[in-house]
């Protein structure tokens, strides 16, 4: 192992580390209204992006900040679930959540982590629906989203220096694109809001 991975790994995991406690502060401080359906989609997704990764990549190193995203978004969700209940469940994110079943069955019995993560990508995409929507009526904050656009960034950075297949640099670079959009969105939404 390249002692830069692991510094650029480590470094990841402490940076979406740091976002998740900028985002809990915001949701504390009621700055930010995030959505817990959102939230325990995105955990259970992450538990099970930050296995499929490591199976895919090979690498514990560069999977280290999805193990850490994995953590602190369940604990997010968690957080949000006790002060919010899980009101507002539609049918699509049931289906989600069927999808991580299915996620975890061809992952298992066909011991396809590529195309288990690939899955998982899909129903993270999906679970940014009510993100979005609150994005739209200003109860996002981008600067955690700006911080783990960052960590994924150097996810990246490390992928780049340890990889050479393409399906390696799929999660990283969606995750860079969908966190610097609700960053994006949610600084102007709070823009058009103040004008």
């Not at 900028?22 to 989609?41: F, L, M």
């Not at 990549?57 to 969700?77: E, K, R």
């Not at 998982?120 to 999906?126: C, E, G, K, N, S």
Request: one cysteine or more; charged letters at 10%.
């Amino acid at each position: 192992m390249d002692s830069l991975s692991l510094v650029l790994g480590i470094l990841a995991a402490l940076i979406h580390l740091l976002a998740y406690v900028i985002y809990n502060v915001q949701a504390k401080k009621k700055s930010s209204d995030p959505s817990a359906v959102s939230w325990c989609i995105w955990a259970s997704m992450a538990v099970l992006n930050a296995f499929t990764y490591k199976d895919m990549s090979h690498s514990w190193v560069v999977s280290l900040q999805f193990f850490a995203g994995a953590i602190a978004s369940s604990l997010t969700a968690l957080i949000l679930v006790s002060r919010q209940g899980l009101n507002g469940y539609s049918k699509q994110d049931l289906r989600i959540l069927c999808l991580g079943a299915l996620v975890v069955i061809l992952w298992q019995v066909f011991s396809a982590a590529t195309w288990a993560n690939m899955l998982v990508l899909t129903a993270i995409i999906i679970g940014f629906r009510p993100t979005i929507d609150r994005v739209k009526a200003g109860k996002e904050k981008p600067q955690a989203w700006t911080v783990w656009t960052i960590a994924f960034s150097i996810t990246l950075l490390n992928v780049v220096i340890t990889y050479q297949s393409w399906e390696k640099y799929i999660m990283p670079c969606f995750c860079i694109v969908s966190h610097a959009a609700i960053a994006w969105f949610s600084r102007q939404s709070r823009v058009a809001r103040i004008q």
